[in-house]
């Protein structure tokens, strides 16, 4: 109640002070309080004006040289970025398709990059051996900084795969990407009328198809003098494809002849080996050293070997036998030889791909007797040993890979018995019954 008077009273003394101002006064004041209702409505355009500044500083700080390729592939992060702000590092990219006669050193020397760099790059590829030779068709991009200092290197070997050097903490890192794609069985049917090779040609089947069926039967089953016009074959091939492209990476899954008077099979087991329908092997088993006799081991493998002199992890993904020059060297069991030829860093090399599961290789060799493309049997004659590339002595380095992973060729569990191990015999029994299955031929 009291504030109530009280605010009256004031009330009647503001009135009363309004009605006693002269006039001009009177409108000086109105003018004032419109003036500093207007003001308070604008809005503060300093204010904003900074926001939108702090948002565009971001994105330069993608472009960072250190973290460019290792995240994403090179072309990926151009586009992605390329399109909405500007590059302002001063990188520059070079993409090149290898044509015949291209070769990594002549593409250096016109970048002006040094022999001494691709040598570094050379040493860091003895990984992965892709390097060394090149082929048409293949592609090549480089990331090169204002300082003309290499960034990144990504070769696109094939469909499946993809090496990349990334330059990281002053050292070159190189990773190879595969994809697994899609593997899908194909089948493969047809009957004798002439030569075994034509027919099996006729029904689809590659050469190198042919060849991987004649190898698992051939201490069974003589294909030249054995079959007879009527008999038939059944062969089911597992074909790679990669972002739905053949990428004619293929493997013989089952064989089945059928013959007047006997059906010969053979399924290929999850070790890379092929057995017949009862288990029992049809090749000799693999050999744990590609050598003839003891040598002693001058270097064994060591995932976690450290440099001598920077002290860093530097793998050692074989075993290195001191033999001296023109040793000669086997190959361990069946196989494709995927690979031969020269490496500067490793010399003369050879990759031989024994089914889907192992890999060996062989480096440093003084003469090489198979190439590329060509099958080869266990105790086959590949090479003998050398002091090719860099290497400080003759020795035999011997890799050891299983799906693509070196591990120690010494100690690795190897398929060396004649029949399919008692513990693995279930899995055998039920692949087999679905490569039956598939091939149609369940009653067999
Ligand atoms: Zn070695």
Known sequence: MLLLIRLKTLLKTFVSFINNLPRKHFFALILLFVFLLVISFIPSQELSKKTIKRQLVLPAAVVTPDDYAMAEPISAVKEE????????????????????????????????????????????????LRLGNLLPEQQVKLLINPENKLLALKVVIDLANTLTFTLKDGEYVSLLETKKGEWRNSLFQGSITGSF?????????????????????????????????????HALVSKQYIDGQYSFDSEVLAVLIKTRRQNYTAFLHEDGRYYAQDGLGLNKAYRRSPLNRKYRISSRFNPRRLHPVTKKIRPHNGTDFAT??????????????????????????????????????????????????????????????????????????????????????????LPLSKEVPKKQKKVFDKRRDLFLKEMGQESI
């Open 324 to 413: 001296p020059t023109g040793t000669k060297v086997y190959s361990v069991g069946d196989g494709l030889v995927v690979r031969a030829g020269y490496h500067p860093a490793a010399g003369n090399y050879i990759v031989i791909k024994h089914g889907r599961k192992y890999t060996t290789r062989f480096l440093h060799l003084s003469k090489i007797y198979v190439r590329k493309g060509q099958r080869i049997k266990m105790g086959h004659l590949i090479g003998k040993t050398g002091n090719t590339g860099r290497s400080t002595g003759p020795h035999l380095h011997y890799e050891f890979h299983v799906y693509n992973r070196p591990v120690n060729a010494m100690k690795v569990s």
């Open 197 to 233: 090779y034509i027919n099996a040609k006729q029904s689809g089947l590659s050469a190198g198809q042919i060849q991987q069926i004649s190898g698992a039967l051939h201490e069974k089953f003589d294909f030249n003098r054995q079959l007879r016009p009527g008999d038939t074959f």
């Open 81 to 128: 970025y390329g399109k909405v702000f500007p590059d302002f590092s001063g990188n520059r990219e070079v993409q090149i398709e290898i044509k015949a006669g291209d070769t990594l050193s002549g593409i250096f020397q016109k970048e002006g990059l040094s022999a001494a760099l691709l040598q570094e790059l050379l040493e860091v590829d003895k990984q992965y």
